[in-house]
């Protein structure tokens, strides 16, 4: 932590310092004053002081007194100055992750409508990608949102798959209406599926939920600006009023703020791209008409009926989909190589560039554009227009998903980067900046670092399974062939397919005796892989609580229940008064959530995805928090 000498003032905070200062009675209380604003600095990952982090101080110590400040009311101060600066960091979203959560006060439904816009506004007119993946459509809000911007922003491109479910307009669904706008910067396609079975009694096709081939179980969106990666959207939350007022839903928000935030927006859209692109996974309006039309005449005639009359509808396809490169953004932040390179490029000076990173090794991140002009005089003439590709990370890297060059670039020598990789790549994630020791990173290299590495790692899982395949697969873009670390049955950690399933096994292979686990699950099968993990953590000892729904979990509580009446750490409830929809798990200071639930049809058939976010405290803090609201309101299984 630098000294108060160490600090850079702002000059708009000078004043307001000095005032601050001035209610000093002794050299002691003077200390304790300058020991609060350097905390109030480095609310945001820098040593600079600027007017609103001081105000807060000076605020907390208004209202401590008005008058002279005694050591005791100088205490009260600087009690409500730390929790003005915590909620200062906490409202700055540093890192681009944001939880919300359906049932307390705030609409999920309207929050997402408002980041969807945000990402308008960033775009200011540059080409933006909006990919969609989803399972139900009937929020007439959301609805009304895409269609209003794509009216208003022909640089915005919406495509969404959707489940087969959505193709037709009944039930409120969305987008049929949509597509019929006919706004070419509207594309939908359908999953392509044929849920039917032969109804003896109608003496024709009938839907059947057990008949699918696979569902488009997702629920989210991904965003890219000008081809950069700019945020990802998902949770257990389905686009509906119904969702938002009576389900207990989750929303996770993920900006493109620093390696692990970044890597998980290009991990979906990779895999958006993926399933956009393959004719056996997704089909055009017309062509998933087609489809549905031949399949169903097909079963008509096994069973001798004649078939339907219809007339194939016209080739309606849309052309294939690449995420689009990134070729100009940076992060003024970053410590990748492109970062220096573009900003170069962009100020048109490689003398101009390196002051400015030398601006940001002395005093830390730069807040925004205001910031880093007037840090840095020589940019005051920038434009907006000139600045609109330069970003404001969190000026962090993640040792678990950072490249050699930025570990490089970031003070770790190049041995110890080279080391740092080949232990993650071995045995999977360090669980703390601390763990650095282990690859031979001295105490006082972390600590020197410490302000500018982090553990925290995002991480996308998915499953797939195109129609007509004999088996699921673990998705349908680039990352779906990939191998992850993770803990098998026997806590060995070793390469496995990244699947939605070893994304939840893999927490709960790794806890230990008395570790705590929280799950809430919509739906869950005593057979499911998951499941089997949870139950076998309970065994070592693993203190487990789990809310079910009310629906579709009896012998999975059951399950529960026979292993607590043998003595082992395990509570259930069920949740019986609202739908309760969500799908994570909270172990120790690491959460997993998405669209799967714990059942075979998740693990093989439909198309999900589940994220992993380890050693974030703030957001195991917050599902650890909704755990506990539903646990509370929910009755003993």
Not at 209 to 215: E, I, V, W
Not at 346 to 370: N, W
Not at 424 to 452: C, M, Q, W, Y
Not at 563 to 589: C, D, S
Request: charged share 20%; glycine share 8%; net charge neutral.
């Amino acid at each position: 932590m630098p000294t108060f000498a160490q600090l850079k003032i702002s000059s708009a905070a000078r004043p307001i310092v000095d005032r601050v200062l001035a209610r000093a009675t002794n050299d002691v209380d003077r200390k304790r004053i300058e020991g609060a604003l350097v905390n109030a600095a480095g609310a945001d990952l820098n040593k600079v002081l600027s007017a609103n982090e001081v105000q807060a101080v000076a605020d907390a110590f208004i209202a401590a007194a008005t008058g002279a400040l005694t050591p005791d009311l100088l205490g009260v101060g600087i009690e409500g100055a730390h929790v003005a600066i915590t909620s200062m960091s906490d409202l700055g979203n540093l890192d681009g992750v944001s939880n919300v959560f359906t049932l307390q006060g705030k609409s999920v439904e309207a929050r997402m409508v408002k980041e969807l816009q945000d990402s308008v506004v960033r775009a200011n007119g540059r080409p933006m990608d909006v990919n969609m993946l989803i399972f139900e459509f009937q929020s007439d809000v959301m609805q009304q949102a895409i269609t209003d911007i794509a009216r208003q922003n022909p640089n915005v491109t919406f495509r969404v798959i959707a489940d087969s479910g959505q193709a037709t307009a009944s039930g409120g669904n969305a987008l049929p209406e949509l597509a019929k706008l006919g706004l070419p910067n509207i594309q939908v396609k359908f999953k392509k599926d044929f849920p039917y079975v032969w109804s003896s009694t109608l003496e024709r096709p009938a839907y059947n939920h057990g008949a699918t081939q696979g569902l488009n179980h997702h629920k989210g969106f991904v965003t890219f600006i000008d081809g950069k990666p700019d945020s990802l959207l998902t949770g257990s939350f389905n686009w509906s009023a119904t969702a938002d007022t009576k389900n207990y839903e989750d929303l996770t928000i993920f900006q493109n703020k620093d390696s692990s935030s970044r890597r998980a927006v290009e991990q979906f859209g990779g895999e958006f791209a993926g399933y956009w692109n393959n004719p056996e996974a997704a089909l055009s309006p017309n062509a998933f008409q087609n489809y549905k039309g031949t399949k169903w005449n097909e079963m008509m005639r096994a069973h001798n009926k004649p078939a339907t009359s219809v007339t194939n509808r016209p080739d309606d396809a849309f052309v294939a989909y690449t995420v689009p490169s990134d070729t100009r953004s940076l992060d003024v932040n970053g410590f990748r190589v492109q970062d220096e390179t573009r900003l170069a490029t962009l100020l048109g000076s490689k003398t101009l560039a390196r002051s400015v990173i030398q601006e940001r090794t002395k005093y830390g991140r730069f807040t925004d554009a205001a910031d880093l002009k007037e840090r840095v005089p020589q940019l005051a003439s920038l434009t907006d227009t000139q600045l609109q590709d330069i970003g404001f990370g969190s000026g962090q890297v993640s040792i678990n998903t950072a490249s050699l060059e930025e570990l490089d670039k970031v003070g770790l020598t190049k041995t110890q980067a080279t080391a740092l990789v080949a232990f993650r790549e071995k045995n999977g994630d360090f669980e703390s900046i601390d763990e650095l020791i282990k690859v031979g990173v001295p105490k006082a290299t972390i600590t020197r670092l410490r302000h500018s590495l982090t553990a925290v790692d995002v991480e996308a899982f998915f499953n797939s399974r195109p129609a007509g395949s004999p088996a699921g697969g673990t998705g349908y873009g680039p990352d779906g062939i990939r191998q992850a670390l993770v803990a098998g049955a026997d806590g060995v950690v070793s390469p496995t397919r990244a699947s939605v399933t070893v994304a939840a096994t893999d927490l709960f292979n790794r806890a230990k005796a008395g570790d705590p686990i929280s799950v809430a699950m919509y739906g869950a099968s005593p057979t499911a892989p998951e499941f089997v993990s949870l139950l076998a953590a309970a065994r070592r000892g693993a203190v487990v609580r789990v809310v079910l729904e009310n629906n579709y979990t009896a012998p999975a509580a059951a399950a529960l229940k026979a292993l607590a009446a043998q003595g082992y750490p395990v509570e259930v409830r069920i949740q019986k008064a609202k739908t309760m929809h969500e799908k994570f798990g909270v172990v120790g200071n690491d959460v997993f959530f998405g669209s799967a639930n714990f059942s075979e049809s998740s693990s093989t058939k439909h198309s999900e995805n589940r994220i992993t976010v380890k050693n974030h405290q703030e957001t195991a803090s917050m599902f650890q928090n909704r755990f506990d609201e539903i646990w509370g309101k929910s009755v003993p299984g």
